[in-house]
């Protein structure tokens, strides 16, 4: 009865390979998010989709790349690995997108590039 | 830049009593706030939320004021207990029409027995 699941929860990979991590929330929420928390526990969003549209996509790399299938599933395609990439990254959702929201979290991916 | 920013980074409280976690913002066009808590290799987890229409709101054993004035905002906790041992974040949704939420650094509370 998970809300928001994401797979792998670990991902240790080498620098220059390509990887995804997948999320699927099952509230019936339209819009799906993009977190990215460092080691020092700062989080800050990367994207939003909204009925599978692109609504927010705060200046990340193009390497990064999600694809959002359907409203339910959002997923992170990252190519090309960097070093700096090493973070937890968390798949949120909301009903509607709209301001004034409540965001609810996954419980998180963690990805260490070697 | 404007940001949301927590004037603890560490709070250690005893088990048993009140915590207060505050959080100072500085963009006055924001006028919706939340906390969330994030226990070790686990995400977010929302609290509670306030919107700027409003300077107080209670939940279960915690509480949230903000002070639109001095642009504050702060996490009352009562009766802490050793589960609420966790990070604390404080975000809020400034501009646009979109859901879009600016996270603060971070507390992380401490509970002692």
């Known amino acids: 009865d998970t809300a928001v699941s994401q797979t792998p929860k670990y991902l240790v990979t080498q620098m220059g390979n390509d990887k995804s991590i997948k999320c699927e929330q099952n509230?019936?929420?339209?819009?799906m998010y993009w977190y990215k928390q460092d080691s020092k526990k700062f989080l800050k969003i990367m994207f939003s989709?909204?009925?599978?549209?692109?609504?927010i996509n705060e200046t990340v790399p193009n390497r990064f790349s999600p694809k959002s299938p359907d409203k339910a599933h959002l997923n992170l395609h990252i190519n090309s690995l960097e070093l700096g990439d090493s973070a937890v990254y968390f798949c949120?959702?909301?009903?509607?997108?709209?301001?004034?929201?409540?965001?609810?979290f996954g419980p998180g991916t963690r990805l260490l590039v070697l | 830049g404007e940001s949301v920013g927590l004037h603890l980074p560490t709070l250690s409280v005893q088990e048993g009593d009140n915590s207060i976690i505050n959080c100072a913002y500085s963009?006055?066009?924001?006028?919706?706030f939340i906390w969330y808590k994030q226990e070790s290799g686990k995400g977010p987890q929302f609290i509670i939320d306030?919107?700027?229409?409003?300077d107080k709101r209670q939940g279960q054993r915690v509480t949230v004021l903000l002070n639109k004035t001095v642009k504050h905002l702060s996490l009352q906790i009562a009766a802490t207990q050793p589960g609420d041992s966790a990070v604390y974040f404080c975000?809020?949704?400034?501009?646009?029409?979109?859901?879009?939420?600016?996270f603060g650094t971070g507390t992380r509370l401490q509970v002692t027995l």
């Open positions: 949120a959702s909301s009903q509607g997108g709209l301001r004034g929201e409540t965001q609810y």
């Open positions: 989709y909204n009925n599978k549209e692109l609504i």
């Open positions: 975000a809020e949704n400034r501009g646009g029409t979109a859901s879009k939420l600016t």
């Open positions: 306030i919107r700027s229409n409003m």
């Open positions: 963009n006055s066009a924001s006028d919706y």
């Open positions: 509230l019936g929420h339209d819009t």
